[in-house]
């Protein structure tokens, strides 16, 4: 009986507080179909689908930048840029106004792989002015967004560039088991985040870094190469997004993509991506993207004028925020690498050294030795300090 009533009632309002978002994108779902039933067709869920394995693959993207306290407000720009080099490489031979007349027409993975080797530059750049010149993220990406905004205006003259090759544009209508290849794409981009995030080094050092910057590094962490490659990483990504793009548009200009950063961020937060490291899932951020786009796709459907939709990112990010708050306080407190700000105390030489969880916990100041979530990673520190 006593389990019963707790099974009915902490458990069950502790789960509703922790999943009110898509409790609530149910009913509107839900409410929505009843009252237009083309709603839940085939048709519109996978376009729906199409649409959310692009907004999901910058999102994953923009991840592991938040998941480490960063950021990247280069990934609209970056993607839109992505996509109109994508369109210039895969124009068809003779196309009126192609815009290198004399290029032949690059096979599709060839375009791809050219596309997301400059954006992974790009990337690079990015990772080396956060780690190395210290510069906030916020501020770096900011400026890289005002730079590739501008090498795209310039380059391409603002103008569209469509006349794309049917190899290309095919892959946005091209199915595998009746499912669309975008869809593929964005799940195997999916699968391959969770094995980096849960079973990989690197996905250990980011959450550590995310964790206690300070207590990783002393850990032996080499926090900038691994900034550095999350960076990296964070534009191939948003190069895939927008050659993907690209393809499903069948052109692309230089506003292409603006303003996806945004709604990545409002996203992975929605999901569970803590603002303040350290805290983030793959499946969790899946959730975050369908929350915009089932309802932009709502509003649509309830023919609201396309003008209010612009008023639609703003409650999802004050909610995105709030909610990544209260989750994300939530895990740190049981995540093992929750490692607060750690003890210190000087040792014979003077050099300030990170004191043992169990050593301040009994009032001692003896055992110094990496944090508890950093021990595994670097066996032969964790000997030196202890």
Known sequence: MEATKKLTG????????????????????LFVGIIH??????????????????????????????????NDLSAGRLAGFAACLACIFAQTEGAAGKFYPNMPTLPTP?????????????????????????????????????VVYGICLVYTGGTPIGSLNKDFTSLASNTI???????????????????LYNKTRHGKYMYAIGGNEAAAEVAGVNVNATKIRIYILASCMFGLAGCLLAAKSGGASVNT??????????????????????VGTV???????????????????????????????????????GHSISVSTWQRSNSPFAYGEAPRRE????????????????????????????????PTLRKKLE
């Open 10 to 29: 902490k458990s069950v309002k502790k789960w509703l507080g922790n999943n009110a978002i898509i409790v609530l994108m149910l009913l509107v779902s």
């Open 37 to 70: 039933p083309n709603f839940f067709a085939p048709a519109n869920l996978i376009n729906l689908f199409k649409n959310v394995s692009i907004r999901y693959i910058i999102a994953l993207g923009i991840s592991g930048c938040l998941i480490t306290t960063g």
């Open 110 to 146: 060839v375009v791809f792989i050219l596309v997301i080797a400059i954006c992974a530059i790009v990337g690079l750049c990015n990772g080396l002015v956060v780690s190395y010149l210290k510069v906030q993220p916020f501020i770096a990406t900011l400026g890289m967004q005002q």
């Open 177 to 195: 088991l009746k499912v669309p290849v975008l869809i593929w794409i964005a799940l195997i981009v999916a699968v391959c985040f969770w094995f």
């Open 257 to 278: 993509a603006m303003g996806y950063e945004l709604d990545a961020i409002a996203a992975s937060t929605i999901g569970g991506v803590s603002t303040t490291g350290g």
């Open 283 to 321: 499946p969790g951020i899946l959730v975050g993207v369908l929350v915009f786009e089932l309802m932009k796709v709502a509003l649509q459907f309830m023919n609201v004028n396309s003008s209010y939709t612009y008023i639609r990112p703003g409650p999802c990010h004050h909610c995105g925020c």
């Open 347 to 378: 040792n014979r030489r003077g050099a300030s050294a990170v004191i043992s969880p169990a050593a301040a916990a009994a009032g001692g100041t003896g055992g110094v030795s990496a944090p508890p979530a950093l021990r595994v990673f670097s």
